[in-house]
């Protein structure tokens, strides 16, 4: 194993808490699934003009860092990676929060679209690979207080 791999699983190990810790914050994501639970530090993207400028020029991301995009309403979402510098996994929830889709490993400055595939109202970018590492699937839960009518609720 190579040690920018070893880096990698150890700063994911880092991510996964135990529920007691999952408290609702604006600057906090949790997920969770048969997997176990993960915990991102996130921006909040709830606006058309943050989520134009999402996570573009940004050279280097900590392994527990995110943005969520927030819409008003679930639909179909469509990303690019126009001016986007590193890899970046995309989890699309739909309007409970619930993960509809992922995107894996996408390829900075890549044009091509990348659909959500099924209606979203939530979209979390989290560094390349990622989602494949700590095994986030389809079906697992988000908790954050922009999710109003959540699956997985705050409180």
């Not at 969770?32 to 993207?45: E, P, Y």
């Not at 819409?71 to 619930?98: C, H, Q």
Request: with cysteine.
């Amino acid at each position: 194993m190579g040690s920018r791999t070893y880096a990698v699983l150890i700063s994911a190990a880092a991510l996964v808490a135990g529920p007691a810790a999952s408290a609702c914050r604006d600057d906090t994501l949790w997920l969770r699934g048969d997997w176990g639970t993960a915990r991102f530090n996130v921006a909040v993207a709830d606006d058309a003009g943050e989520r134009a400028q999402g996570l573009m020029n940004v050279e280097k991301m900590p392994a527990a860092a995110g943005m969520l995009f927030v819409y008003d309403r679930e639909r179909p979402v469509s990303f690019w990676m126009k001016n986007t510098l590193i890899p970046l996994d995309m989890i699309f929830a739909d309007a409970e929060g619930r993960v509809v889709a992922i995107h894996e490993n996408a390829i900075p400055h890549d044009e091509t679209p990348i659909p959500s595939g099924a209606p979203s109202q939530y979209v979390l970018e989290i560094n390349g690979g990622l989602a494949s590492t700590l095994g986030i699937e389809v079906g697992s839960e988000m908790k954050h207080p922009a999710i109003e009518a959540a699956a997985w609720p705050c409180g």
